[in-house]
């Protein structure tokens, strides 16, 4: 992505992470409740100043992250019938699941969303 | 767009983002979302409207400044983004659906822009070529 933008161009991205400085433990915990993106090493702010970006911010945004969440759970619950007859029975409880399993991954402090910020420099 | 590295790993992976955007647009789908976020976007990331109007605050989005969303499924935020600030939008998606969903989206509320199925990794684009770049929850 860096390659396509201008210089002083801006990216700004959003992501689903396991949190960083988790014992080992503790990671294959947050993995077997979901699937976010596994940070690797040495986490964001070193690879996006490797990559040559200035003014960069990383912001954590679980908690709105945990509210959509939510939110979108309880929205297909309370449409059960009609959704289940959209997506099917399987699917229905797959993504129930899921999401629940990720709700429990945020609330144990091993998954977290984070707003990524950097610019490249002026040429 | 192909992924030369791994083209039958790529076509199961577009195959199924292709179904999943058929089902985030259906109605059903549409009418949960709306309920729950606000938006009928056929939304398939966490990212709210708050967050991507902040996004184009950050970004400095205006007319004449140029976003390319990667990643973008049936066109959210990108499209949302060209609507309420005026800038020009490339909407892309590894899959078909989704990109033709986003061109949908942006015939309906006018924008300029274009959408196109491409990898996130094998970017068509010039190098120096957009003004900025998103992407929500395209790497978990």
């Known amino acids: 992505m860096a390659r396509v933008l201008k ?18 433990r ?6 077997e409740l979901g699937d976010p993106e596994d940070e690797a090493d040495p986490g964001y702010e070193v690879i996006l ?3 040559g970006f200035i003014d960069r911010i990383i912001e954590d945004v679980t908690p709105t992250y945990a509210d959509t969440l ?5 929205a297909w619950l309370d449409d059960s019938k009609a ?11 797959n993504k129930i699941d899921r999401r629940k399993r990720s709700l429990t991954g945020i609330a144990e402090g091993l998954h977290q969303r984070v707003w990524i910020t950097g610019q490249t420099p002026y040429a | 767009v192909t992924d030369a590295d791994s083209p039958t790993e790529y076509s199961i992976s577009a195959e199924a983002f292709d179904a ?7 109605p059903v789908l549409l009418d949960a979302e709306e309920r729950a976020t606000g938006t009928r976007c056929g939304v398939s990331s966490f990212t709210t409207r708050d967050q991507a109007d902040r996004l184009g605050m950050i970004l400095h989005l205006a007319p004449g400044r140029s976003l390319l969303d990667v990643g973008a499924g049936a066109g959210w935020p990108g499209v949302y983004l060209a609507e309420s600030t005026g800038c020009f939008v490339i909407s892309t998606d590894l899959s078909i659906e989704g990109p033709q969903r986003s061109s949908q989206s942006m015939e309906r509320s006018g924008v300029a822009g274009v959408s196109v199925t491409a990898s996130g990794t094998e970017l068509p684009f010039r190098d120096d070529s957009v ?3 998103t992407c929500s929850d395209v790497f978990c």
């Open chain 1, 7 to 24: 210089p002083g161009g801006i990216v700004s991205f959003l992501t689903i992470t396991i949190t960083p400085g988790l014992t080992d």
């Open chain 1, 26 to 31: 503790q990671r294959r915990r947050a993995i």
């Open chain 1, 49 to 51: 100043r490797e990559a």
């Open chain 1, 70 to 74: 939510a939110r979108l759970t309880q």
């Open chain 1, 83 to 93: 959704i289940r007859a959209v997506v099917g029975s399987e699917e229905f409880a």
């Open chain 2, 20 to 26: 999943r955007y058929k089902l985030v647009c259906s």
């Open chain 2, 131 to 133: 003004d900025s770049v």
